[in-house]
């Protein structure tokens, strides 16, 4: 059974650093790409992040988040990281993991939001809530 298991949100000062954890189960993550994607209530879900797979070693970081967020994999744990710095209040989201094809990141589509023909996604997690408030 293919799951995906999201982990490490909480409540975190503005300034402050989360790391989100995305385990998989059921399939190898590591022959898919990997996004973690963000949603607030009432709108789509966007992109924060895409990464390939290690054999094509493309990582493409949504412009709101380059230089605050690193996405990270461990095969032998068959997970992925989210290191999230310098976090601000706008960061406030639930933030989901998501597998698709090895060529996901190719295209515009994943960062969304809600793009023409769908996201490329094909699983998601359930979500981690993140809060960034003072």
């Known amino acids: 059974q293919v799951q995906l298991v999201e982990s490490g949100g909480g409540l975190v000062q503005p300034g402050g650093s989360l790391r989100l954890s995305c385990t998989a189960s059921?399939?190898?993550?590591?022959?898919?790409?990997v996004g973690w994607l963000r949603q607030a209530p009432g709108k789509a879900r966007e992109g924060v992040v895409c990464?390939?797979?290690?054999?094509?070693?493309?990582?493409v970081y949504a412009d709101s988040v380059k230089g605050r967020f690193t996405i990270s994999r461990d095969n032998s744990k068959n997970t992925v990281y989210l290191q999230m710095n310098s976090l601000k209040p706008e960061d406030t989201d639930v933030y989901y993991c998501?597998?698709?094809?090895?060529?996901?990141?190719?295209?515009?589509?994943?960062?969304?939001?809600?793009?023409?023909?769908?996201?490329?996604?094909?699983?998601y997690g359930q979500g981690t809530q993140v809060t960034v408030s003072s």
């Open positions: 998501a597998t698709g094809p090895p060529l996901a990141c190719g295209v515009s589509a994943w960062r969304g939001p809600a793009p023409p023909g769908g996201m490329p996604w094909d699983y």
């Open positions: 990464m390939s797979s290690s054999s094509d070693g493309i990582t």
């Open positions: 059921g399939f190898t993550l590591d022959n898919y790409a």
